[in-house]
Structures are given as C-alpha cells and as structure tokens.
C-alpha cells in the first residue's frame, strides 16, 4: 500500500511539475520572441534542454509508465535538461575556439545524443532515430570498417563531440534555432487559437463560403482546413483539432466514414503550404535560402490554391454523382454571427496583424508574438465589455478566471509541442550533419544524377520519391530537410532556380503525410472515423492525384510560382487549373456528367495534355475539354425524380 501511495504521489508531483515546465517554456519563447534572443548556445541550449528533458516526463506522466519505470523516465528527463544547460552555462568557454572540452564535456556529449535519440524515438517513432544512429557510428567509425569511395575521413572522439554537441553546429546549429526564433511562437500562436475558441469560428466561415453548393458539407471541412491551416502548420494538428466535427458531419451527409476521414486528412496536409503560416519547413527552407519568408509565402501562395481546387472539386463531383444536395439556407451562419465583435473580432484582429506584419517583410518572430499579444489583449478586453453590456458585472470574475484557464491549457499544449519538435529538428539535424561531414549527400546525389541520366525529369521524379519515401513515419519538416539535402543540389544543378527546387521537394514532404503505407493524417482521420486505415489511405491517394503533379508544374510552369509577367502568371495558373478539374473530374467518375471508363480515359488524356507545358498540347487539352462540354450538353439530362439525399444539420 505504502508503495502504490508513493508511486500516485511521485505521479501527482511529476505531473504538476512538467505542466510548470512547460507552461514555463512556452512563456520564455515569448519572451525572448519580445526581448530578443540570447547568446546562440545559451538560448539553444535551454531550448533543447526544456524540450529534451520535458519529453521524457510526457512519458512519465502521460506514458502510463509506473513504479521503477516511472523513475527511469525521471531520471532519464533530470538528465535531459542538465546535459542542455551544461552548454548554456558554460557558453563562454566552449565558444571559445582555443578552448579544450573536459571529460565531463566528452562524458556529456555521448549522453546528450543518447537522449536525442531516445527522445526522438519515443516522440515519432524508429525511422529517423535509426537513421540518425546509423549515420553518427558510419561518421565515427566508419573509417575503420568501410573502404572504397565510401570510405568516410578519420574521426577522434574529441571531433565527433565538438562537432555533434559542444558547437553550434549539429544539435544547436541552425535548425535548433529556426525552432526557438521562429516555429515556437507559432506553435503558441495556433495553441491559443485553438484553446479560446478558434475551431467555432473557423467552421463557421468556410460554411457560410462553401455551404451552399454541391458537396458543401465537405467543402466546409476543405475550407476549414485552409483557414484553420494558415495558424498550426500541421497536418496532425489540423485532423485533430477539425476532424471530430467534420468527418461525422460529412457521413451524416452521405459520404462513406473512410471517404469522409480521407478528405479530412488530404485537406488538414494541405495546411502546411497554406500561407500565411506555412509548415515548420518553409521557415527553414527561409533560411536555407537566405530569403524572406514572404518571397517562400508569395511563392506558395497559388500553389496552396491549386491544392485546395483539386480537393473542391474531388469533393463537388463525388456530391453531384452521388446526389448529395448543398446545405439548406436554414443551417448557414448568418453574416451577424461572423461579424460579432465579442466572438470574431479576437480571431481576425491577431491573423490580420499577423499577415500584414509578415507582408511588410518584418521578422516572422516579431509577427507573431506581436500576434499572441493581440489575441491575448484582445480577449481580455472584449471578454470583459461583454459581460458589463449584457450586466452581468458580477460575472466578471469567473468570466476572467475561465479565460486564464483557458490561456493556461493552450500555452500547456503549445509547451508540449514545442518539446516533440525541439526533439525532432535536433535529430533531424543529426543526419543532416553526417551526410555534409561524411560527403554521403554528395554521393548520394551523383548516384541519382548517373540513375538518371542528368535528365531533369527523371530527377525530379527520383527526388519525388526520395521525399515522400523520407516522410515515412517521420514529419513534413523532417522528411524536407533531408530530401533537400541529398536532393536540391542536383535539381538546382541543372538549372532549376533554388527556391522552385526547394517548394518542390517541400510540396512532396507534405504529401508524404497521406501516402499509404506510412502517413500520420490518414492514421489520425481513420482513428476519428474508427474505420480501416486501408480504406482511407486507398480514398486518400484517389483524391489526391492530381496533387501528385502540380509541383513539377514549379519547374515548367513557373508562373504558378509567381514568376513572370502577370500574363504569364494568369496563363500558367488557368491552364494548371483547368488540367486539375479535368483529372480529378476523371478520377471521380463525373464532369459535366456521369463518365463510363471510356470517356474517363478521355478527360485523362487531355489532362496530360494540359499538364505538358507546350502550346501545342494546351490548345488540343482545351479542345477536347471544350468538345466533352458540348456532347454533355447535348446529352439526356438525368432523371428528375433520382431520389436526393437530405443534408445532415452541420452542429456549430
């Protein structure tokens, strides 16, 4: 008895003591979001250290983990901080070029990347942790095992630790500072939106924008993941956040649970190229390029456009085959209710700013703690003038003491994911380091050029592959910067300009999250749906097709990219547009009408042709679209009396 009293009382303590340390670090990305960052290794260093160490009491704590098991993590997680600050504290000296690391320095460096790993394995599974340990023995020892070409340089303990852990090189280098100068405030930003009350508001506009027409129900959740994406940068997050509402909703319309959970997770992944918050790897890829992060959103922006069309559509043709009729005019939102000041104005207010400081080319860190600081104030105010208009002055108190709760369980949950993505970016970073250090990423990269033959397409393909393959088990921002390490170099060698090399292989990363058999958004939707993950993986990939070619459109079509005249812009974008409605129209069975195989293999036809970027192909693509319209107008309309299906009440 005594021990299990022990045990519930170290649980207690542990758990009130990560959700301090958490709240905590959350609280210091804000702040030096504000002040301005520290040092490079002292605030890398308690960056990683705070995530490090918080990972492994989440496993205390949330890991069902008891007894001695629960102590291991405890002291496991003591560890993690400790071995972080250690650089922190001693930035000084091991700054210091003419310095020598002690034996404690050596001692800690092994540990720190022990934890890394561990951390990274216990956050987001095997994959990349392996990697990671495969390529750190390959650097230190692989000298003495392999020979040949592949042969690595000789490498001393003293090198290994001084270049992995006691420098701002590999696990504080600059993907561990992208994390702490730029995603943290971010992470918070969506955090907070999410906890007060975004979700409602959200779903709210993209019924009243897509509610009214043919597959409404599932546009709004198309919609919804475009708006809602703009703010969290993440596929998960996004399936998480909408996806209870919306998958039950769509199957309550008529859509099959795996159809709706599909949509849910091919929309929530297109999230993360949503400006004017894009994924954690368009920040990095920012700085790779030693670029604005307003030239990557410029870049983006048509392209996030092209996503979401493919989606509408898919989802448009399916409701029209499938008689799924638009949303009565009694279950829309009314304009008023998007209009209320109390509710909308503390959601618009901070993404305003947010968009119109990125767009003056201030830091994306200012931007967005300046955006936190709107939300935060705004609420407080506008919380508080509504209980005095309505008179409820009395209620006052618990009004603010609700809102403190709520403010405190989003910086929890914005502490959280700071942590797993401190983690990650550190590992990610490891193998980073190994394919630079070792020359593997310039092997690797001749290997694909002799593969292809130097041929640009066959390249991109390979590169295409070599992303979503990466982005097995892994996320978007992982599986990016390794493609974009072995990868971008060829494609940029053969004269693609860097920025269109990077979205491509970025745009593919993202994708990774809905290819079966590995991606975190369809297993997310399936577990919300409680249906065979199969099923949505195969319904996921049907939807996505055309998405599979639109970023080879960044290398031959760049006027989606923004580049160009804007005629050239305006062409590229129509003719890109009319291509995606023509192969989704032929992956769904219906255009202008039902199509049997034939006429399916039909539109397939001129949508390759569309895609081709020739003159030549684009006035014959058009004319067959042009033709099928004509013969589908004169064709025997469908039954009047076809039974419809009723639409289920959207619950808002």
Not at 187 to 194: K, W
Request: aromatic fraction near 10%.
């Amino acid at each position: 008895m005594a021990d299990g009293t022990t045990d519930s009382w170290l649980g207690k303590s542990t758990a009130f003591s990560l959700r301090i340390i958490l709240i905590g670090f959350a609280l210091f990305q804000l702040y030096t979001s504000f002040a301005g960052m520290m040092e490079p290794l002292v605030q890398r260093g308690l960056f990683l250290g705070l995530g490090l160490g918080s990972v492994f009491l989440l496993s205390a704590v949330e890991g069902g983990s008891k007894g001695a098991r629960r102590i291991l993590d405890i002291v496991l997680a003591l560890a993690g901080y400790y071995v972080c600050f250690h650089v922190a504290l001693n930035n000084q000296r091991l700054s210091d070029f003419m310095g020598e690391l002690s034996t404690l320095d050596l001692a800690l460096g092994f540990i720190a990347l022990a934890l890394v790993l561990e951390a990274a394995r216990r956050t987001i599974g095997w994959f990349l942790p392996l990697l990671a340990l495969t390529g750190l023995l390959y650097f230190y020892l692989g000298s003495a095992y392999v020979s040949g070409p592949w042969q690595p340089p000789r490498v001393s303990t003293l090198t290994l630790i001084e270049t992995t852990y006691a420098s701002t090189e590999t696990i504080f280098g600059y993907m561990v500072d992208m994390g702490t100068r730029v995603i943290a405030v971010f992470i918070i930003f969506g955090a907070l939106l999410l906890s007060t009350g975004a979700t409602e508001i959200f779903i709210k506009l993209a019924t009243l924008i897509a509610g009214r027409s043919w597959g409404g129900q599932a546009k709004v959740c198309t919609a919804s993941s475009a708006l809602f994406g703009t703010v969290t940068g993440s596929a998960v997050a996004n399936v998480m956040a909408l996806g209870p509402i919306t998958i039950p909703t769509m199957h309550r319309a008529g859509y099959t649970k795996s159809y709706a959970a599909a949509i849910e997770a091919v929309a929530s992944a297109g999230g993360q190229i949503m400006p004017p918050v894009m994924g954690a790897g368009a920040f990095i890829m920012a700085e790779m390029l030693d670029i604005p992060y307003s030239s990557v959103v410029g870049a983006a922006l048509i392209p996030a456009i092209l996503y979401f069309l493919t989606i509408w559509f898919s989802v448009g043709f399916r409701a029209r085959k499938m008689n799924i009729r638009p949303l009565d005019r009694s279950e829309m939102p009314s304009a008023r209710e998007l209009l209320d000041p109390y509710t909308a104005l503390p959601m618009y207010l901070p993404v305003g700013v947010l968009i119109g400081m990125l767009a003056m080319d201030l830091t994306p860190t200012l931007a967005g703690a300046t955006a936190v600081a709107m939300l935060v104030v705004t609420q407080v105010i506008l919380r508080g003038a509504k209980c005095l208009a309505e008179g409820r002055a009395h209620e006052l108190g618990a009004t603010y003491s609700e809102y403190l709760g709520q403010v405190l369980e989003g910086l929890y949950d914005a502490g959280r994911a700071i942590a797993m993505i401190a983690v990650l970016l550190a590992c990610a970073a490891i193998v980073v380091k190994v394919l630079t250090a070792t020359g593997v990423g310039v092997k690797v990269s001749s290997l694909i050029l002799s593969l292809s033959g130097e041929n640009l397409v066959f390249v991109l393909i390979l590169t295409a592959v070599l992303a979503i393959l990466l982005g097995m088990d892994v996320p978007t921002t992982a599986s990016y910067i390794l493609a974009a390490a072995v990868a971008a170099p060829i494609v940029i060698k053969l004269g693609v300009a860097p920025l269109n090399a990077h979205l491509f292989i970025f745009y593919f990363a993202i994708l990774s999250a809905i290819t079966p058999p590995v991606c975190a958004s369809v297993f997310a939707a399936a577990s919300i749906a409680k249906v065979n993950f199969w099923k949505v993986g195969g319904h996921a990939v049907v939807l996505a097709i055309g998405l599979y070619l639109i970023p080879f459109l960044f290398i031959f079509r760049t006027g989606v990219l923004m580049e160009g005249s804007w005629l050239q812009i305006a062409y590229d974008t129509g003719i890109t547009s009319i291509a995606i409605i023509a192969i989704t129209a032929a992956s769904t069975g219906y255009f202008f009408g039902p199509l049997n195989w034939p006429l399916r293999i039909f539109v397939y036809g001129a949508a390759a042709l569309l895609f081709y970027p020739a003159a030549w192909s684009d006035i014959v693509g058009l004319i067959m679209i042009a033709a099928l319209a004509g013969v589908s107008h004169f064709r025997e309309p469908r039954s009047a009396g076809a039974a419809q299906r009723q639409p289920a009440d959207l619950k808002l």
